[in-house]
């Protein structure tokens, strides 16, 4: 099993900045991919961005030039830095771990990002 705690998700004025985190702890071993996705109000979870242990990251078109994903393997946590912030992307922010050949696949419980003035 492995957990995922997420923190970081506030109110926040249009233009500005937040910073989420996600440790995850348990069973980590092996290659895996960690990334962040959002589910807004009556949409369905969308991918946000994800990075390999090796550092390739991949971006939803909406966020590319705005959102820069991290990773630090020696802590096992994942950062979703994410400026120029816009209402539409208010939603809950999940963070997930993927163990590629496997069935492994976990989520956060989610942390709410809420843009508005």
């Known amino acids: 099993q492995v957990q995922l705690v997420e923190s970081g998700g506030d109110l926040v004025q249009p233009g500005g900045s937040l910073r989420l985190s996600c440790a995850a702890s348990?069973?980590?071993?092996?290659?895996?991919?960690m990334g962040w996705y959002r589910q807004a109000p009556g949409k369905q979870r969308e991918l946000v961005a994800t990075?390999?242990?090796?550092?390739?990251?991949n971006y939803a078109d909406s966020v590319k030039d705005r959102f820069t994903i991290s990773r630090d393997n020696a802590k096992s946590t994942v950062y979703l830095q994410m400026n120029s912030l816009k209402p539409e992307d208010t939603a809950v922010y999940y963070c997930?771990?993927?163990?590629?050949?496997?069935?492994?696949?976990?989520w956060g419980q989610g942390t709410q990002v809420t843009v508005s003035s």
């Open positions: 997930n771990i993927k163990f590629p050949g496997t069935h492994r696949d976990y």
């Open positions: 348990g069973s980590i071993f092996g290659l895996y991919v």
């Open positions: 990075i390999t242990g090796g550092g390739t990251t």
